[in-house]
Nanobody
């Protein structure tokens, strides 16, 4: 099992940057593919980015490609989401998620979730 805890959210002006972190418990972090998802008020949760166990496979939603960067440090049991050029439409609760094995973009295929961190982008 793994427990996840996100941090780094907050208010930011449009065009600004934030770096989200997701710290994982346990000694087998490198066994988990990791994903970032977000949910805006009144909307369904959507995929943002994923990274494979080794970090060699990365994939982004079209809406964040070129602005967001996902990375991981297996020695620190942490996955990051660097968010640049933020837009008001990026406002959402951001969740990290973990699944054993290969990466997936479908949220239902992730077994473990953090509590989420709010990101609010003001214009």
């Amino acid at each position: 099992q793994v427990q996840l805890a996100e941090s780094g959210g907050g208010p930011v002006q449009a065009g600004g940057s934030l770096r989200l972190s997701c710290a994982a418990s346990g000694r087998t972090f490198s066994s988990y593919a990791m994903g970032w998802f977000r949910q805006a008020p009144g909307k369904e949760r959507e995929f943002v980015a994923l990274i494979s166990r080794s970090g060699g496979n990365i994939y982004y939603a079209d809406s964040v490609k070129g602005r967001f960067t996902i990375s991981r440090d297996n020695a620190k049991n942490t996955v990051y989401l660097q968010m640049n050029s933020l837009k008001p439409e990026d406002t959402a609760v951001y969740y990290c998620a973990a699944r054993l094995g290969l990466t997936r973009t479908y949220d239902k295929e992730y077994e473990y979730w953090g509590q989420g961190t709010q990101v609010t982008v003001t214009s």
